[in-house]
């Protein structure tokens, strides 16, 4: 860890939300107390809401559970999905913030990303490092950063099938090194030790329907992270893998994993050639967007593959309306002067 | 280092040509002892081949200067610079194997390379590491890997810009992983610790026309990457960066670096959009064909830029004409049989 236990003036403070989703008590919270309590905590309950989730006194949290998902939403709850994974990224609706899964580093987000050419010495942003000769000056800007995904050490984030071969295999590799994913390439995207710019990719942050009451789970971050790659590359923005890391203790049953899963592995199959081919409109030119069209386009070319992605398709529509509703937009008061005045000729508030 | 001091069987024996470029004594051999003198050695004299270069005792070496050069291409020698690192290509028309210009590992090449879909747990052919959840198990089989790059600790292969502006940067960060550089994105390729299989991508491994009498040096690696890459990214081949590192210990001089350079750092943001934008025909099959056709978009879209690439496009095609003369197609004797015998119907000799 990069910082004091007990930093005298916690990184991002005010800047980042922490989002933690659970079904039980938070006594695990003790343990990050001096890297936690400075931050504001959205809490998402999974399983019966009318269970009491204990939270350890100090912290400044709000909890949320289907309950409340259902009063926030109302009809549009629909598009959230009952439990699992995919459940939290509710919270991506309601933070107004940074927002990092877990850990308690988030800096990746504050340096630009360089998805137009490889740079074999990785992030030439950190400490010690720089553009390797060769590299082209004029891309060495970079550009924003809208998504960290960090690593895990000791349990490896390995599908059920890789799971039940290798049960004994462990990550001990600890590889230094933060590196940009290069536009035009996907990647697994996991939902844990994520952090990401809400501002900058947030409406397209989320999870998908998974899990129960649909064919299958376990690739709800694996959607998010698919789209909002595409969403990325479109827009000019990017995506950095690598630290931090973090320790994952238990590992999921493989059974129980391999029940969800193996619908998915079978449609990822469709999904992924799907995905490589996108190309957005010129057109879209913010995130929501993006999205629309990408729910368009999932309709149309993956529907046939099953039903299900029809009614995905629909989802990620009402996700995006229930973002707007949200969400409006900071300038919703002028938005509504007529158009005439805010194009045509400025208006007296304006400079 | 992976391997003991004194391998009981040094590994890839007969399999791989080591190749050093040198203008003195190679006195540093000794140090490299253990670890070099199993392999056969191509030392390539740069400068004056009159003078005598000492290679210590017990090596299997054949060592070529300019006077070599001349006699084995003939009028083809004006496609090897006269002087420099590119000078050193000329070893990789006369050898028979894989080729390393230094270190003692060139395992990468053993295992493939998954340019299709990005793997945040790097190198999963690793031992200790696989696949990632999320990713496509059609996609795990992986290409073929032309191309092992590895980095260097000390010394940054930095530019000649960032040497004088950093000029105590030390890279101390050792990165234990090695990734394969995605499909559609090129990365500049440096010339020391570089391994490759010749038989896979050795026509494309030319360094160019650079430095002595030409406009601009210090690209000639660079040059032979980008082409290889388009090529391996069409024929489904791909490259592998990260380790093994090299440790430098000398840095070279950034004011004559800059001499070099200068008109190469210009003219590269007109050669990268080049590269980029390529798609080569489906029609060629082969690395050299690949080659021939690149050697006419030079000419085509960056003679115009410099009259220079008008001849850089020629020493190209120079150079397939040299690689062809000195390595034979293997089956030239059934070539020679009747094209109707060959495809339509099968001749006697094939099963």
Redesign the interface.
């Known amino acids: 860890m990069a910082h004091p236990i007990t930093p005298l003036s916690p990184p991002l403070k005010g800047e980042l939300d922490i989002v933690i989703h659970t079904i039980k008590n938070l006594d695990f919270l003790e343990m990050w107390r001096p890297f936690l309590q400075p931050y504001h905590l959205i809490i998402i309950q999974d399983g019966d809401p009318y269970k009491v989730i204990k939270v350890p006194n100090g912290f400044d949290y709000k909890l949320y559970n289907r309950n409340n998902v259902d009063r926030v939403l109302g009809p549009k709850a629909r598009c959230i999905s009952l439990m699992g994974f995919a459940y939290s990224c509710f919270d991506f609706l309601v933070s107004k913030k940074c927002i990092f899964t877990i850990d308690d580093d988030c800096f990746n987000l504050l340096t630009p990303s360089t998805p137009l ?6 992030d030439p942003y950190r400490d ?12 060495r800007e970079g550009v924003s950063t809208a998504i960290s ?1 960090g ?1 895990w050490l000791n349990i ?4 059920a099938p ?1 799971q039940l071969v ?1 049960p004994r ?9 933060v ?1 940009t ?10 939902g844990m030790n994520l952090a990401f710019d809400r501002e900058l990719i947030g409406p397209a942050m989320y999870f998908g329907l998974m899990d129960y009451g649909q064919p299958f789970g ?2 709800d971050y ?1 959607w998010a ?1 698919w789209c909002a790659k595409v969403i990325c590359d479109h827009l000019n923005l990017e995506v950095k ?1 690598g630290l931090p890391y973090i320790w994952r203790s238990k590992a999921s049953n493989p059974f129980v994993n391999l029940k969800k899963e193996y619908d998915g ?1 079978y449609l ?2 469709e999904i ?1 050639p799907f995905f490589q081919s996108i190309v957005l409109p010129k057109k879209c030119t913010t995130v929501q967007e993006c999205y629309v069209e990408l729910s368009k386009l999932v309709k149309v070319n993956l529907g046939y593959v099953d039903h299900y992605f029809q009614q995905l398709g629909d989802a990620m529509l009402t996700r995006i309306e229930a973002w707007e509703e949200l969400n409006p937009p900071k300038e919703a008061s002028s938005a509504a002067e007529p158009k005439s005045l805010k194009k045509e000729e400025p208006s007296p508030k304006s400079k």
Chains 1, 2 share one sequence.
């Open positions: 050419f490889f740079n074999t010495l990785y010690g490092a720089d553009f390797i000769h060769g590299y082209p000056f004029s891309l995904h690593l490896p984030d390995y599908d890789t290798k295999e462990r990550s001990t590799r600890y590889v230094d090194a590196m994913i290069p536009k035009g390439t996907l990647f697994p995207m996991s376990r690739y694996m992270g893998t592995i990822q199959e992924i």
